[in-house]
T-cell receptor
Framework: GQNIDQPTEMTATEGAIVQINCTYQ??????LFWYQQHAGEAPTFLSY????GLEEKGRFSSFLSRSKGYSYLLLKELQMKDSASYLC?????????????FGKGTKLSVIP | DAGVTQSPTHLIKTRGQQVTLRCSPK?????VSWYQQALGQGPQFIFQ???????QRGNFPDRFSGHQFPNYSSELNVNALLLGDSALYLC???????????FGPGTRLLVL
């Protein structure tokens, strides 16, 4: 199965911390990606998880629990420029290369 | 280091027409994947090209076809355009398909 669930919209205050959750069906999972997409632009790569645990990269961190079919993206010290859609994506194919299946994305609005 | 480039940036076509979109991968990448992103949705995988062959395909009709050239650049062709084909078409490149996919700026197609 390839159902991916993310909240549609979130709002957070500048300087705060926000957590964007993503749940998925666990069968056939190979790796998890988070992308950021500003309106009208291409997705840009943020993080990749294949093992359980937390991956930290500056203000952004991504967590994965394979047994629970759950991931989150944590954004710290929010800035206005972080207003964007955040997409989680999985590779289910197992066919020798990544075939990404994306969630619908979470639109984050950062307010002053 | 040139990133992924796509042309044209915008395109307007009428129902029944055919369209060709072009993509040049990031320097050093040999695999190109194409995605369709409708407004408010996450990208949907169309197909992936590696070594000039279609390696994987998503759930898209045969009206969608592609090609990869010896220099790794790629084309996406869509025949008999429908109104529902209006979307942002994204090209992503990677190395051998297993590395992180980097997206181009996309081609916005409007079918009238």
């Amino acid at each position: 199965g390839q159902n991916i669930d993310q909240p549609t919209e979130m709002t957070a205050t500048e300087g705060a911390i926000v957590q964007i959750n993503c749940t998925y069906q666990t069968s056939g999972f190979n790796g998890l990606f988070w992308y950021q997409q500003h309106a009208g632009e291409a997705p840009t790569f943020l993080s990749y998880n294949v093992l359980d645990g937390l991956e930290e990269k500056g203000r952004f961190s991504s967590f994965l629990s394979r047994s629970k079919g759950y991931s989150y993206l944590l954004l710290k010290e929010l800035q206005m420029k972080d207003s964007a859609s955040y997409l989680c994506a999985f590779d289910y194919s197992g066919a020798g290369s990544y075939q990404l299946t994306f969630g619908k994305g979470t639109k984050l609005s950062v307010i002053p | 280091d040139a990133g992924v480039t796509q042309s044209p940036t915008h395109l307007i076509k009428t129902r029944g027409q055919q369209v060709t979109l072009r993509c040049s991968p990031k320097s050093g990448h040999d695999t190109v994947s194409w995605y369709q992103q409708a407004l408010g949705q996450g990208p949907q995988f169309i197909f992936q090209y590696y070594e000039e062959e279609e390696r994987q395909r998503g759930n898209f009709p045969d009206r969608f076809s592609g090609h990869q050239f010896p220099n790794y650049s790629s084309e996406l062709n869509v025949n008999a355009l429908l109104l529902g084909d209006s979307a942002l078409y994204l090209c992503a490149s990677s190395l051998a398909g297993w590395e992180t996919q980097y997206f181009g700026p996309g081609t916005r197609l409007l079918v009238l």
